[in-house]
């Protein structure tokens, strides 16, 4: 009886493995583009598919970023270009909604690649081409460069991003920074551990340059205002250990601080209400407080 049970828990358990699969094909397989559709190409290698339980058999030490953006499942697959014979790996990322796709992607993204019009945002170097739309992320990486690897890459990513619905758009939050100075595509959203900190969630950032200097504005969004509070203090605590507060009681929001951290530079952080603001590497105090303030003003008379 104790082995009729074993074999039936084994059974089981491959009926389950098996159903998830399918699942995951079932609704990956219509972004993978047909025999027809893929004129000039033809699929080398099959669609592989993977879920949460085996992320790490295709990315192994990526797989934990991925998780921690909330990735769902993906397929990966391999096509080569008759006439050359360069060979494409594309990934499909099924990432769970559209803000988890923007996130992983804005971490990948490469302030060396050049902008392409798929998707939702893109960009594409020498060898590699990326790009999200809805809740889907999308790798395309040759593995030689010729002059015709971009041109296939172009290719390819059309009409990938032509089978995948319309959907998504920059966070909102976004429009609550100052535009003045900000880097182009240098707008990044952190699930966790934001600021290296276990206690900070859901953050924001975007780059600036002024006079050829370069700080970063920083937006945390608290689950609400008390644990933002207990978690400003935390941060005030690590702070006074890997640099120093050198002014406290800044009139600006509930409460704003100013100081030094090893690795930013000159920071000054405040908040209000749920919300974290910092601008870190800026050495001009009242130039920082002023883009809290403008953010603060901004978040009190903007819907979420």
């Not at 027809?36 to 990315?59: A, C, H």
């Not at 970023?65 to 769902?72: E, V």
Request: overall charge negative.
């Amino acid at each position: 009886m104790k082995n009729q049970w074993s074999v039936l828990s084994s059974l089981t358990l491959v009926f389950v493995c098996v159903s998830v699969l399918h699942s995951n094909a079932e609704e990956l397989k219509k972004f993978i583009p047909s025999s027809s559709e893929l004129s000039g190409f033809k699929m080398t290698e099959k669609p592989e598919y993977y879920n949460q339980e085996n992320l790490w058999d295709y990315m192994n030490g990526s797989a934990p970023g991925y998780l921690a953006y909330g990735f769902q499942k993906m397929v990966t697959f391999i096509v080569t270009n008759l006439e050359n014979r360069l060979e494409f790996t594309i990934d499909i990322y099924d990432m769970g909604d559209t803000l988890s796709a923007f996130g992983i992607y804005s971490v990948e993204r490469s302030p060396e690649g050049r902008v392409v019009r798929y998707g939702c945002d893109g960009f594409q170097s020498d060898n590699t081409l990326y790009f999200w739309k809805n809740k889907y992320y999308v790798k395309l990486m040759a593995y030689d460069v010729t002059p015709e690897t971009g041109q296939s890459l172009s290719l390819l990513a059309r009409i990938i991003a032509q089978k995948i619905p319309k959907g998504g758009k920059l966070p909102h939050l976004f429009s609550i920074f100052p535009p003045k100075g900000l880097v182009e595509k240098s707008e990044r959203y952190i699930p966790q551990d934001v600021l290296g900190q276990d206690y900070f969630r859901h953050g924001y950032s975007i780059e600036y340059e002024r006079d050829d200097k370069k700080y970063q504005v920083l937006l945390i969004c608290g689950k609400n205002a008390n644990k933002a509070k207990e978690n400003f203090q935390e941060y005030l605590e690590y702070l006074s250990t890997t640099g120093r507060i050198t002014h406290e009681n800044l009139e600006i929001g509930d409460i704003g601080i100013a100081g030094t951290h090893s690795y930013y530079g000159t920071v000054l952080f405040a908040r209000e209400g749920a919300f974290i603001i910092g601008v870190l590497g800026c050495e001009d105090q009242q130039e920082a407080q002023g883009i809290i303030g403008e953010m603060f003003t901004k978040l009190l008379s903007t819907t979420l």
